[in-house]
């Protein structure tokens, strides 16, 4: 079985600032990793993800992941946010073989407050 | 074009009473899943249909939660005898392919959120 953790549940950062959220993931057979963001009474967006290939992805809105099999990570992270960035943040977890449901298993979330 | 959608938006609905909650997917997206978001909680997957063939019904939490879908159009969830557990978003996905060789981005709606009081 697959599980996310996202130990943060809460980064306040400010504005023009870094900012990295970690995500940590478990599983026994390849993955394929997301980060989704769901801004205030709207639904989930899909910021990037990871099939194969680089291990850096980049996304949307100047964010970017890095992914990292040794250490089981895929830390979310930009390099100066925006007060806009304001959101909670999933990552997620699907594995795909033979025809599997390709359903994702999520992280509990990261609220990232940007404060001016 | 139009997204996926959800409806109601809200439903408040007392302890013991049956609730269905619609999602018109994206049109043309074969595979249909519905997640549940329970207050400080990560979403957790319930149900997911792709085409003709039978559901993956793994992630539902009882036998008091059922799901249809009509072809590949509307889904309908729907919870008997809602308890208070039960509050919580739900969220309804599509997909243009079903599972496969490679993998096929998930497009949510806006969510139902449910309170059982």
């Known amino acids: 079985a697959q599980s996310v953790t996202q130990l943060d549940s809460q980064v306040p950062v400010f504005e023009e600032a870094p900012v990295e959220l970690r995500c940590n993931y478990s599983?026994?057979?390849?993955?394929?990793l997301f980060w989704y963001v769901q801004y205030p009474n709207q639904g989930l967006q899909l910021l990037l993800k990871?099939?194969?290939?680089?291990?850096l992805v980049k996304g949307i809105n100047g964010f970017e992941a890095e992914f990292n099999k040794s250490q089981t990570s895929f830390h979310l992270r930009k390099p100066s946010v925006h007060i806009s960035d304001t959101a909670e943040y999933f990552c997620?977890?699907?594995?795909?073989?033979?025809?599997?449901?390709?359903?994702?298993?999520f992280g509990t979330g990261t609220l990232l407050a940007v404060q001016p | 074009g139009a997204g996926v959608s959800q409806s109601p938006s809200n439903k408040v609905t007392e302890k013991g009473k049956d609730v269905e909650l619609r999602c018109d997917p994206i049109?043309?997206?074969?595979?249909l899943y519905w997640y549940r978001q329970r207050l400080g909680q990560g979403l957790e997957f319930l149900i997911y249909?792709?085409?003709?063939?039978?559901?993956?019904k793994s992630g539902l939490p009882s036998d008091r939660f059922s799901a249809e879908r009509t072809g590949e159009s509307v889904s309908t969830l729907t919870i008997q005898r809602t308890q208070q557990e039960d509050s919580a978003v739900y969220l309804c996905?599509?997909?243009?392919?079903?599972?496969?060789?490679?993998?096929?981005?998930?497009?949510f709606g806006p969510g139902t959120r449910l309170t059982v009081l």
């Open positions: 996905a599509s997909s243009p392919k079903p599972g496969g060789s490679t993998y096929n981005e998930q497009f």
């Open positions: 599983s026994s057979v390849s993955v394929y």
């Open positions: 990871y099939l194969s290939g680089s291990t």
């Open positions: 997620a977890v699907s594995t795909n073989y033979g025809g599997a449901t390709n359903k994702l298993i």
């Open positions: 049109s043309g997206h074969t595979a």
């Open positions: 249909f792709q085409g003709n063939s039978a559901p993956d």
